[in-house]
T-cell receptor
């Protein structure tokens, strides 16, 4: 299958700082990328959908000013957690699809710990 | 709003036994995916089911899809310890969206 690379895999940051997570599709052009958040022992919760060159679409209850998403090219999307707080600590996973109704491929995930 | 439910949420089974995990979804969709997640890891794709009646098998796992009943099953045959993981189904939300909505997950533990 296609490869989606997510970086970093693990990050620890201080409360109040910002953290950027990158998601790259390595061998295909991703028209759409998705960002999920997963708390321990829970399912993946979709945070937002991003399309290259346009603003991300956020799910209900997700603060767009806190979770900044940029999809600058067909192979790169970034999620920036601004002014992070301990409750933002979670496992963040990105996903990419080449087009509608194509298989989604997932990054390795990023474990964010805010201290 | 598309909802995806799995049962059971937790399954503890003995090696060598068979069991089925169920995935129900609330609105029309003809695309369903099964994933495996090991602790601390991301998702591993298991099966892609693209039409009513689709059945796929890989090793001790077999998945099926009934779009009329809005039901998919993941059957485990003669379980082994290596199958211990959390299993998720996910459904494509239709109508001009690329969203993939995940089920609640089933945590499988296989013991000797």
């Amino acid at each position: 299958g296609a490869v989606v690379s997510q970086h970093p895999s693990r990050v620890i940051c201080k409360s109040g700082t910002s953290v950027k997570i990158e998601c790259r599709s390595l061998d295909f052009q991703a028209t759409t990328m998705f960002w999920y958040r997963q708390f321990p022992k829970q399912s993946l919760m979709l945070m937002a959908t991003s399309n290259e060159g346009s603003k991300a679409t956020y799910e209900q209850g997700v603060e767009k000013d806190k979770f900044l998403i940029n999809h600058a090219s067909l192979t790169l999307s970034t999620l920036t957690v601004t002014s992070a707080h301990p409750e933002d600590s979670s496992f963040y996973i990105c996903s990419a699809r080449e087009g509608q109704n194509t298989e989604a491929f997932f990054g390795q995930g990023t474990r964010l710990t805010v201290v | 709003e598309l909802k995806v439910e799995q049962n059971p949420l937790f399954l503890s089974m003995q090696e060598g036994k068979n069991y089925t995990i169920y995935c129900n979804y609330s609105t029309t969709s003809d695309r369903l995916y099964w994933y495996r997640q090991d602790p601390g890891k991301s998702l591993e794709s298991l099966f892609v089911l693209l039409s009513n009646g689709a059945v796929k098998q890989e090793g001790r796992l077999m998945a099926s899809l009934d779009t009329k009943a809005r039901l998919s099953t993941l059957h485990i045959t003669a379980a082994v310890h290596d199958l211990s993981a959390t299993y998720f189904c996910a459904v494509d939300a239709l109508y001009n969206t690329d969203k993939l909505i995940f089920g609640t997950g089933t945590r499988l533990q296989v013991f000797p």
